[in-house]
Nanobody
Framework: VQLQESGPGLVKPSQTLSLTCTVS??????????WTWIRQPPGKGLEWMGA???????FYSPSLKSRTSISRDDAKNTLYLQMNSLKLEDTGLYYC?????RGQGTQVTVSS
């Protein structure tokens, strides 16, 4: 299974971030149980943001739940992350994961 994240790169504070994770080599509806989004701010450790199960249930970090939404398009075998009201501290590398697999990540910089 391979995962490839993509996104806008640079986003302004208070705007909404939309990231895509394209999955190949396995179905998001049958492979693994959880598909997750994690992020790593510069100089800090990995932060679990949330997950979506093969049945479509979603779970979120309590600290991000009010601003985060994870969804998927089964036909496109693609996962999505949407985060609104972006803050400077949301800057970092964003990854999607499935099982032990992780994409290369996409850089998100929040700056005015």
């Amino acid at each position: 299974v391979q995962l490839q994240e993509s996104g806008p790169g640079l986003v302004k504070p208070s705007q909404t971030l939309s990231l895509t994770c394209t999955v190949s080599g396995g179905s998001i509806t049958t492979s693994f149980y959880y598909w997750t989004w994690i992020r790593q701010p510069p100089g800090k450790g990995l932060e679990w943001m949330g997950a979506i199960t093969t049945s479509g249930s979603t779970f979120y970090s309590p600290s991000l739940k009010s601003r985060t939404s994870i969804s998927r398009d089964d036909a496109k075998n693609t996962l999505y992350l949407q985060m609104n009201s972006l803050k400077l501290e949301d800057t970092g590398l964003y990854y999607c994961t499935g099982g032990a697999m992780r994409g290369q990540g996409t850089q998100v910089t929040v700056s005015s």
